[in-house]
């Protein structure tokens, strides 16, 4: 019997659902401001100018426990099951993610993932630009190196080599990940895909859009000789595609299911044609595990990984409130110099954010 991952899901918006939500999502927003203007102004800026390896350090540890908040509601809030599946990938390896786009919110998940690994404040998008306007998240995706991209490569190859280009030193962990489809799959968009795949004599994709393929051939000649591996991700939901306000609220996803699948960067050809070609086939293995996903409810080889330990995640929930707490206190009872460092700080991110500004090290450490 098929299972249709599109199908309504049981949970209903209840009244405590929604205030339950609506307290995580200012908790949220309020804490990454703090975490912004607090820490990552200093990180990102100030030591920075020192070193850029202990500039990605330090915002690695901040962010990464801000990040941490986002699993610690979708497993244990939300109570929403994420099931990893296939390979086992080790802790430390830097390595270039790609990953199906089904939803808005699939990116979010592969924090769960990099959580589990000790990456989650390492992990770089390659990302539409119009996010980067957003406010407080896009002055974070700015601070966190997050590749901003207007989908047309005439514009974009400059800026995305450029940032590629910094990521080389191999002391500095790096989860790059890229979505190659450009958008997120909707039936339309999956009708034009087929279309073009069969004027072009390319293979027929009906749970994936046909990938791009210049954006990962640049990743691959920029970074192939400081990378360990590739991860090739699919994310499949049940039983319904969830929308940020979904994950947010809880209605959606109950279950979330993230096949894993490595290849040495070795095993990877090296000419642009093949790279394309070995692409467009990794995407047709994903077609063929969603199609099977769709009709049997799961990947194949499930449960590579564990689950996240409650303590710790209350622990580190604990110390970003605190540390929250302590910084609005400041910022609205304490010195009016609290509130002359804020302004500015904010007028900083925000051009700088808009502007593309990220300053380069000018001492040495």
């Known amino acids: 019997m098929e299972v249709d991952i599109n199908e309504p899901e049981t949970r209903v918006l209840t009244p405590l659902r929604f205030l339950r939500g609506l307290c995580c999502l200012l908790v949220l927003l309020s804490t990454a401001f703090v975490i912004l203007v607090y820490c990552g102004f200093f990180t990102a800026v100030i030591v920075r100018l020192f070193s850029l390896h202990y500039s990605r350090k330090a915002t690695a540890f901040f962010f990464g426990s801000w990040l941490a908040l986002w699993p610690f509601l979708f497993e244990k809030i939300n109570e929403t099951k994420v099931v990893f599946s296939g390979e086992a990938v080790p802790a430390n390896e830097r390595v270039l993610i790609i990953a199906n786009h089904r939803t808005e919110v699939d990116w979010m998940y592969l924090w769960d993932l990099a959580l589990r690994k000790g990456r989650l404040g390492y992990v770089k998008y390659v990302l539409k630009s119009s996010l980067m306007k957003l406010p407080v998240f896009g002055w974070a995706f700015h601070i966190l190196e997050f590749i901003s991209v207007e989908r047309k490569w005439e514009v974009d190859e400059l800026r995305m080599r450029r940032m590629l280009s910094s990521f080389k030193n191999k002391k500095d962990p790096l989860w790059l990940a890229v979505f190659p489809e450009g958008t997120d799959f909707t039936e339309q968009k999956c009708i034009r895909s087929q279309k073009s795949a069969s004027e072009n004599g390319l293979p027929v994709l009906h749970h994936v859009l046909l990938p791009k393929t210049k954006g990962f051939v640049a990743c691959l000649e920029e970074l192939r000789g400081c990378l360990d591996a590739v991860y ?71 449960g590579t990984e564990g689950d996240l330990p409650t303590v710790s995640f209350l622990f580190n929930a604990f110390w970003v409130i605190i540390f929250t707490s302590i910084c609005v206190y400041l910022t609205l009872f304490s010195s009016i110099l609290f509130k002359v460092y804020i302004s500015l700080v904010c007028a900083y991110l925000g051009s700088a954010t808009y502007l593309n500004i990220r300053p380069s090290p000018v001492f040495t450490l």
């Open 232 to 302: 090739d991700i699919t994310i499949g939901y049940k039983n319904r595609c969830p929308t940020f306000l979904d994950n947010a609220f809880g209605v959606a996803p109950s279950e979330v299911h993230i096949y894993v699948r490595r290849i040495a960067i070795n095993d990877i050809p090296a000419s642009e044609k093949m790279v394309g070609s070995w692409l467009i086939e990794a995407f047709f293995k994903k077609d063929k595990l969603l199609s099977d996903f769709n009709s049997q409810g799961c990947f194949p080889h499930q």
